[in-house]
């Protein structure tokens, strides 16, 4: 990945946030890695040098500044948004692959040797797939170290290291602090077991209303809930389930996360992260967007809206399969009507996927996963709820990705996905779409023929045939799904 010296310097010296997670400054004199908005003294030039990776920084030899804490910035819109090998690994690697299926298991996932795959990341980010996974379970854990009482040893073996001395030397090298020196710098509250609570940084603007309206038009019973300014929902991570709870502020998304097990706070992360589309640029999105005279006044009065993504991309594809010609409030409906019939099913978690959180006496009212992909299809017929047809399509989509032929998840290959998804029956170019907007985060998804869509284009003036609308949307490339909500929006 080329840095522009200049540019970086630029942004440097004026503190700006927009840069934030897209490089990294590192001072020679000091031995320091810092966000581009820190608030030191602007180092002098030949002083400077810029990494593309927290753990390319990390692997030249310096550590974190303890002030602006470069490893808890944004994650980088390049990789959030690429469709190609480095972005899908650095979306694989953030949802903790690495350190569950090794580097092996990573290459297997993209198609590609370690060797070469070893060699891509490198040339683009400065460090290969065990320096960046190292770099976030170096941040997972300090997470942990500050905000839980568990001990040091389990920390270490929680956040993915192999061993309580490759813990202890990594969090010194990382930070010039050892984890016991960095536990005392922690709150002295004591938070309630298997809960964390943390703050997600963003790239301002956020439009948090857009967000939090769209999730609580969907929710549904004991999966997800917007309680006003606070979106809660259960999740199906790799080694148990989990509760979350997002509370957008004004530079941070405040999260409280409850887990079964503690090894899975980096996905858990990653996730909440994704749902809200926090590491998207929305200056840069709004900056093509605003140039089209038919959105400029929506995109000045709600600057920074988000597509709002999925954390379970098989949860997407149900909802985008049931949703097919009928309402929001009808698909809710019938959604429910599933969940009820799955969690009446009784059925234990297929080997080596997760189970939900067990509502219990103890936890009145716990928010569960999405059923597991084999729980749905076996599903009985009057489980369903709609026709025919539709009912066969949702059973094609659970078994396809029961049997590891349907790849859902945010490393997928967007181009591979969509054509599994539209050889399936009953699945057109619009659930596909919105499905690949959704769940593996396309940000250049336009579904010309959505109603909803083409109502939005009448409210703004724009046109709304199928087809004058799809030309009229080229001008928003490269991000025609965030143009799709803000027509959603309108309507």
């Not at 999966?223 to 080694?239: A, I, M, S």
Request: hydrophobic residues 40%; proline residues 7%; glycine residues 10%.
């Amino acid at each position: 990945m080329e840095l522009d010296f200049e540019r970086c310097y630029r942004a440097v010296d004026s503190r700006d946030q927009r840069f934030d997670g897209c490089f990294y400054t590192a001072v020679r004199t000091t031995g320091i890695y810092c966000r581009p908005s820190c608030p030191a003294v602007t180092p002098k030039r030949e002083n400077v040098t810029f990494y593309p990776s927290a753990a390319a920084a990390q692997r030249g030899g310096y550590r974190a500044c303890r002030r602006c804490r470069p490893d808890a910035a944004p994650g980088s819109p390049e990789w959030d948004s690429r469709a190609d090998t480095v972005g899908r690994a650095m979306r694989l690697i953030g949802d903790g692959v690495v350190d569950r299926e090794g580097v092996p298991g990573l290459a297997s996932r993209l198609g590609y040797t370690e060797r070469h795959l070893h060699r891509m990341l490198t040339a683009e980010l400065g460090a290969g797939p065990l320096a960046l996974a190292r770099a976030q379970r170096a941040q997972t854990a300090r997470i942990l170290v500050e905000t839980t009482d568990l001990g040091l040893a389990e920390i270490a073996f929680a956040a993915g290291f192999g061993s309580v001395r490759q813990f202890n030397d990594t969090m010194l090298e990382v930070y010039a602090q050892a984890p016991s020196q960095l536990r005392e710098r922690r709150p002295k509250e004591r938070g309630e077991a298997g809960v964390v609570n943390l703050r997600l940084a963003y790239r301002t603007p956020l439009h948090a209303g857009s967000l939090l309206s769209f999730f609580a038009a969907r929710t549904l019973p004991g999966v997800d809930e917007v309680d006003g300014q606070t979106y809660r929902r259960g999740l199906n991570l790799p080694h148990g389930g989990a509760e979350v709870a997002l509370r957008p502020g004004a530079r941070w998304v405040h999260a409280t996360v409850r887990l079964e097990d503690v090894r899975d706070l980096a996905p858990a992360v990653a996730r909440c992260r994704r749902l809200f589309d926090l590491d998207a640029d929305p200056v840069a999105v709004d900056g093509i967007l605003g140039a089209d005279p038919g959105l400029r006044e929506v995109v000045a009065a709600e600057p920074g809206v988000r597509v709002p993504r999925a954390v379970d991309g098989f949860e997407m594809a149900v909802r985008a399969v049931v949703g097919q010609q009928v309402s929001v409030a009808g698909a809710r409906t019938t959604l429910g009507r599933m969940l009820r019939a799955a969690a009446g099913s009784g059925e234990p978690a297929a080997s080596g996927e997760p189970a939900p959180i067990p509502q219990t006496a103890t936890t009145p009212g716990r928010l569960t996963g999405f059923p597991a992909a084999h729980t749905v299809a076996d599903l009985p017929d009057d489980a369903f709820g709609m026709p025919a047809g539709r009912r066969d399509t949702i059973r094609a989509v659970a078994q396809a990705v029961a049997d590891g032929k349907l790849d859902l998840d945010p490393g997928a290959d967007r181009a591979e996905t969509t054509a599994r998804l539209t050889e399936l029956p009953g699945i057109g170019p619009w659930t596909a779409g919105y499905i690949a907007m959704r769940a593996i985060g396309d940000p250049d998804v336009f579904l010309p023929t959505d109603l909803a869509a083409r109502r939005g284009a009448t409210a703004l003036g724009l046109p709304d045939t199928a087809r004058a609308l799809a030309e009229h949307a080229e001008r928003w490339r490269p991000w025609r799904s965030y143009a799709l909500v803000r027509l959603w929006r309108a309507a």
